[in-house]
């Protein structure tokens, strides 16, 4: 899975924070399959969430290795679907 790359990485100066996404087409691809798959499956009403976690942090979707020396590596990522009602604007 040499090829596989897929980081969220944060970048914090005195006057901004940044996130960061670095990957490979097939890091970028399994992004954007686990992003349709959560709204796929988020029904009316509802939310829906996911996981996506580093091998350090027992997952298989991010990859471990910073791609920025001056960035934090974040291990886990939250990414929520909110859909109908349920939503707060």
Known sequence: MDKYLLTFELH??????????HGTPEGLQSLAQALLKLVK???EGH???DHLMSEKWGGSE???????EESELLNHVKVYCW??????S
Do not use: M, W
């Open 12 to 21: 914090e100066d005195d006057k901004a924070k940044e996130v960061a996404i």
């Open 62 to 68: 991010l990859t471990s290795e910073p791609q920025s």
């Open 41 to 43: 499956n988020t029904k």
């Open 83 to 88: 859909k109908g009602s349920e939503f707060q």
């Open 47 to 49: 939310f829906n969430h």
